[in-house]
Structures are given as structure tokens and as C-alpha cells.
């Protein structure tokens, strides 16, 4: 149990377009879903934080404009790269709460993008 | 801030030999601490954890002990198997019931026969 999809798990995509990355509990409701980026041989990086039916929580210097986070329900959490760049190619990390404890993250496989 | 520093990767051992990678943490406060793995194509996965000092958080043949003094929280197994072959991210977190994880870098093990 506790299973978490994201999809796709690689996008390539022209700069100046936007991409959507879904991230999915596939057995669990999702209390708080996360949203990382890893940069190689770096750490994670939460960019966000959201609860379903409200708005997110954003990190110091994460771009709400750039990066769109909707959690539409329980099970679903996506994140629209918007007008991407190059710069934005990375590794994206989606992970899901199945409870209030932090370290009960779940994590996705991750999303790599690469912006030409 | 708060951070965490990992050994750099990636270590190399044979099979059945003594693994150790190092973690220290910068933290204000009292932060629980935690190690997660990623095995290739799959996401991460909390090993184990440890929440006040000295206490040691131990799963599959690992452990790690929360050592306040010297602000550390190293990783070890005593024999390594090929499939413990993975990346290791030492963590830490505030609180229990702190919502946000700080990680670091990670450390890629690879276990050879």
C-alpha cells in the first residue's frame, strides 16, 4: 500500500511551452501532497506545499506564476510548468501525506524535463 | 537555516563488507532526524528515523544513532548485499510533526559480488 504514480515519467518539450505533471496516492488519500526539484548530484528541494481545496505553499524563491500547483482532490495533485525554459530542466519529485506525520511522505518516481 | 551534509558518493563495496555513510545536520531546535532510500526507478522510501537524541532508528540490517554532540546521524550495516545497492538521503525535519524535510544530497552505494 501507499502508493504514489506520477506521469509522465519523462516530458521533452520546446522552450516557451507549458507542461503539466500529474502526481497520484493510488491507495491512500493524500492529506498534503509536496512538490521537489532535484538539480543532479544536489539535494531535493521542496518548491511547494498543498492541501487539497486550498491554495499552496510556496518556498522562498519559487515563482508561483512559473510553477502552477492544482489539488483538485484527495488522490490528484499536478504542476504546470508554465512558458518553460531551459533552465527549468530538472528532475521533479512529487510525494503525498497519508497522515500528519512528515516522515510519513510518500514519494513519487519523479518526472524528468528537459526543455530544448 | 537548516541543512544536512552527506558523504559524497559514489562508495563502492564489495559484498558482506561494513557500510558507513556520514550525515551531520545545522538545526536549531530539537529535529527528528531520518534516512530514506531510492532503489533505481523507484521513489524514495523512509528507512528509518529517530526522533530525540540517542536514540537509534534500525531497519533491514541498518541503523543509525542520533548523536546530539556531535550533531550526526551516520548510517551503517554490517554486511551489505548487492540488492542494498541504491541512493541514500539523509534527512531531517524540525519537528515529528513538522511539514517540511530537508535532505541532503544523497549517496549513491553500489554493492558488487
Known amino acids: 500500500g501507499a502508493v504514489v504514480s506520477q506521469h509522465p515519467s519523462r516530458v521533452i518539450c520546446k522552450s516557451g511551452t507549458s507542461v503539466k505533471i500529474e502526481c497520484r496516492s493510488l491507495d491512500f488519500q493524500a492529506t498534503t501532497m509536496f512538490w521537489y526539484r532535484q538539480f543532479p548530484k544536489q539535494s531535493l528541494m521542496l518548491m511547494a506545499t498543498?492541501?487539497?481545496?486550498?491554495?499552496?505553499?510556496?518556498e522562498q524563491g519559487v515563482e508561483k506564476d512559473k510553477f502552477l500547483i492544482n489539488h483538485a482532490s484527495l488522490t490528484l495533485s499536478t504542476l504546470t510548468v508554465t512558458s518553460a525554459h531551459p533552465e527549468d530542466s530538472s528532475f521533479y519529485i512529487c510525494s503525498a501525506n497519508r497522515d500528519y506525520l512528515v516522515h510519513e511522505q510518500f514519494f513519487g518516481p519523479g518526472t524528468r524535463l528537459t526543455v530544448l | 537555516g537548516d541543512s544536512v551534509t552527506q558523504m559524497e558518493g559514489p562508495v563502492t563495496l564489495s559484498e558482506e563488507a561494513f557500510l558507513t555513510i556520514n550525515c551531520t545536520y545545522t538545526?536549531?531546535?530539537?529535529?527528528?532526524l531520518f534516512w530514506y532510500v531510492q532503489y533505481p526507478g523507484e521513489g524514495l522510501q523512509l528507512l528509518l528515523k529517530a526522533t530525540k537524541a540517542d536514540d537509534k532508528g534500525s531497519n533491514k540490517g541498518f541503523e543509525a544513532t542520533y548523536r546530539k554532540e556531535t550533531t550526526s546521524f551516520h548510517l551503517e550495516k554490517g554486511s551489505v548485499q548487492v540488492s542494498d545497492s541504491a541512493v541514500y538521503f539523509c534527512?531531517?525535519?524540525?519537528?515529528?510533526?513538522?511539514?517540511?524535510?530537508?535532505f541532503g544530497t544523497g549517496t549513491r552505494l553500489q554493492v558488487t559480488l
Open positions: 534527512a531531517l525535519s524540525e519537528s515529528p510533526t513538522a511539514s517540511k524535510l530537508t
Open positions: 498543498s492541501n487539497e481545496g486550498s491554495k499552496a505553499t510556496y
Open positions: 538545526a536549531t531546535g530539537y529535529p527528528s
